[in-house]
């Protein structure tokens, strides 16, 4: 990291949240309740794919203790139309179809009724009473299958965009997009080397521990509270309000402390059906989802095919790149198809590009954000190609990607051009690193790949008041999920000049400050920083004006220092400094109380790249890999608070080896997921990994006043191919399929070993 030049940005505090997490005081979803609230429960679709003849509930509505039952009928329908949902597009259409089937079930578990009443027991009872009469249908659950011909088809009526001529039959491929750069064609007439592969990843969970969980409160007047563990409660919001048909400034969404979410909850699942619930009975309604619900009937990260060529001549230098990613979008159309292509070779100066990407539904939930979304899809295929290429030319992998290196001034293959990015000086932190001079420990090989995220702005409104004992209190309205209101009371300490335990962040309802979009896209610290430096500024602004009152002099003519108001030279006059605690004191005697506000959309997100490195053995009888060394290392623009950056470069990279080793959604032949828990779902725990180093590399972005780039989104993007790659190098054996899990790779050695043998 660069040199401190700041008093407090660059410095470990405390978090804001600490003590509460730790003592239990904390207040997630499943912990706020309301007197005479009901239980609500969903009935849940037992088919992959089936027609919903008929629902009766007459049964259900008369069982004693049942206060209200809803189906689709309820909710009223909603036009063809595109609305942002955190990093990704979704139909209205489609969400109101996701939160209640109508005319299909469409995977296992769609929700087709829910009910409310006062006990637990009795919602379950009333489940059961409930009759749905269902057609089954064929279903198809992979993405390559869905894509065939004669494919059982989701939605009769889906016509693919992005195809000319437009297609007349409908088919399971909601969208064509295209990225061209260059002569695709030319490009590979000049390469000496052309190295093809194709490759398949599958749908994984986020892995966040606390499930979805909401409260709802529907009064006679219209007014409507709602609690949700969510990262967007804005978003929250404005979905209740289309789906229900309900005035926006009717509603009021409090976000609780949140359990993690990386993505998976920036969609809502129970927040309508409860708004319903309790619109019908007049009661509160609590829903929170088991973990079986969560696996069965949330948004996982979507499964895909990647077909990569690189053509390259014999120095290293790329001359051309193709790439052809089909997502699965689940039920309905709207997969990260787009940044999928758009990340797939943003690490590259290459002058001849061409990206193909298919958004493809089956029967599958649909698909929610998770970390990078589609990023580390494309860069699984396109780095383990270039890990072939580099062994291909016997050329240092790392060598191989500074030699065609994104740069300032760059042109991607989606159109922007790199302002000031800090991927060379990545590749050379990596290079020059303890771990990757060394060698290896005898039985182990190492594994190098790299990553891209875009980073985004986006709108962001903030606020700034300062207490009667001039204390601060900062007010934002995004959830913290990353670390953030540790970063934005230590910018905004900067600005001021006080303590940082001088200011208290806050995290407001939608009633309480001005609209903020969804905490991801790696964007808070960035765009609704931003907005709170903007605010303290105005804040600051109105100090001087204070002080320039209580002196007799003009406001130009003081000045803001080390958290006083200064005069701004002798000429002015020779008054003692003014502090924010004897301003504050004063302040209606000089114009009352004294606030700062911002609301922007920021432009200028600092792209953000990293470059992994992994040390590991295999096991060649049992196909188990053991992680012995791992070092990320990321352009971070400037770590706010070393301590939360690192902690997310850790996370991702850990979450990235589970992809890259056991993580995936394992479906029977009936379209039923066969490993609906955490038992079975195997995610990395603590002994499976060692302590996972960080080295910070500090390139500030130039349109921020402290250099922020997003953090949290790149460190998923490597894993997945430095780990192949590693376990090729260790082997011979070059995995193309994720996971790499014991049975998988035991397997493929299992197949390689007569070829070597008689090699």
């Known amino acids: 990291m660069s040199k401190q030049k700041y008093k407090w940005v660059g410095t470990r505090p405390d978090r804001p949240d600490g003590a509460d997490k730790v003592t239990g005081r904390a207040r997630f979803g499943a912990d706020f309740n309301m007197p005479g609230q009901l239980v609500g429960k969903v009935l849940r679709s037992p088919h992959a794919h089936a027609r919903i003849r008929s629902i009766d509930t007459s049964a259900a509505e008369k069982l004693p203790g049942v206060k209200a039952v809803v189906t689709a009928k309820d909710f009223p329908e909603q036009p063809n139309l595109i609305v942002p949902a955190g990093e990704m597009q979704v139909n209205l259409r489609d969400i109101t179809r996701n939160v209640m089937a109508r005319e299909k079930a469409l995977y296992e578990s769609h929700p087709v009724a829910a009910v409310a009443a006062t006990t637990d027991a009795i919602a379950s009872a009333a489940l059961a009473l409930i009759k749905v009469d269902y057609e089954v249908l064929p279903h198809v659950i992979d993405v390559a299958e869905a894509m065939k011909d004669g494919a059982p088809l989701l939605d009769e009526h889906l016509i693919t965009e992005g195809v000319k001529p437009v297609p007349t039959k409908p088919s399971n491929i909601a969208k064509r997009i295209d ?228 740069r300032k001034g760059t042109k991607t293959s989606y159109g922007p051009v790199f302002d000031t990015i800090g991927f060379v000086e990545t590749l050379e932190a990596a290079r020059n690193s303890e771990h990757y001079k060394s060698k290896p420990k005898p039985g182990m090989a190492r594994g190098v790949a790299a990553g891209f995220w875009f980073n985004v702005g986006a709108d962001s409104s903030a606020a700034a008041h300062v207490a009667e004992d001039g204390t601060v209190t900062i007010i934002s309205g995004n959830p913290d999920i990353g670390g953030s209101r540790a970063s934005l009371a230590l910018m905004a300490a900067e600005e001021l000049g006080i303590d940082y335990d001088k200011v208290r962040p806050v995290v407001a309802d939608t009633a309480s400050i001005g609209f903020n979009f969804v905490t991801g896209g790696s964007r808070v610290t960035f765009a609704t920083g931003l907005a709170v430096v903007n605010s303290v500024r105005d804040m600051i602004r109105e100090l001087k004006v204070r002080a320039a009152k209580t002196w007799g002099v003009d406001p130009e003519g003081v000045i803001w220092e080390n958290g006083t108001a200064k005069p701004a030279g002798s000429n002015v006059g020779e008054f003692e400094p003014l502090s924010l605690a004897q301003l504050a004191a004063t302040a209606g005697k000089t114009g009352g109380p004294i606030n700062g506000h911002n609301q922007l959309n920021a432009q200028g997100a600092g792209p953000g790249f990293g470059v992994h490195i992994v040390d590991l053995a295999v096991d060649r009888d049992t196909g188990i890999v053991h992680i012995d060394r791992y070092t990320a290392l990321q352009d971070v623009g400037t770590a706010i608070h070393p301590s939360y950056v690192e902690g997310q470069m850790q996370g991702g990279a850990a979450q990235g080896i589970g992809w890259a080793l056991n993580e995936e959604y394992i479906y029977n032949a009936k379209g039923k997921l066969d490993n609906a828990g955490f038992l079975d779902y195997r995610m990395p725990v603590a002994s499976d990994l060692p302590m996972i180093e960080t080295i910070v590399v500090e390139v500030p972005n130039p349109h921020h006043p402290y250099g922020v780039r997003g953090v949290g989104e790149v460190p998923i993007v490597p894993p997945l191919a430095t780990v192949g790659n590693a376990i090729a190098r260790a082997t011979g054996v070059r995995m193309t399929d994720l996971p790499m899990s014991p049975p998988r790779l035991s397997a493929a050695l299992d197949a390689a070993t007569p070829r070597m043998a008689a090699e």
């Open 179 to 406: 990225n061209l750069k260059g002569d695709i064609d030319a490009g590979f007439k000049q390469a000496e080397v052309v190295i093809e592969h194709d490759y398949t990843t599958q749908p994984v969970h986020q892995g966040y521990i606390e499930p979805h969980a909401t409260l709802a409160s529907a009064a006679e007047d219209g007014q409507v509270q709602l609690w949700s563990t969510t990262q967007g409660h804005f978003q929250v919001r404005g979905f209740c309000s289309r789906l229900l048909n309900i005035e926006t400034s009717q509603i009021r969404v409090t976000p609780t402390e949140i359990g993690g979410g990386f993505g998976g909850k920036t969609v809502v699942y129970l927040e309508p059906v409860a708004v319903m619930l309790s619109k019908k009975s007049g009661k509160p309604v609590k829903m929170v989802m088991s973990r079986d619900e969560v696996f069965r009937a949330s948004g996982p990260a979507p499964g895909a095919t990647v077909h990569v060529k690189i053509g390259a001549r014999k120095d290293g230098t790329i001359v051309a790149a193709e790439c052809t990613i089909a997502l699965q979008a689940g039920a309905f159309p709207g997969s990260p198809i787009g940044p999928a292509c758009w990340t797939s070779f943003a690490c590259y100066d290459i002058p001849n590009i061409k990206v193909v990407g298919y958004d493809v539904i089956s029967n599958r939930p649909k698909v929610a954000a998770y970390r990078a979304p589609g990023a580390p899809i494309s860069a699984w295929g396109v780095e383990s190609t270039l890990d072939i290429l580099a062994q291909e030319l016997r050329m240092d992998p790392i060598d191989l990607r500074l030699k065609n290196a994104a």
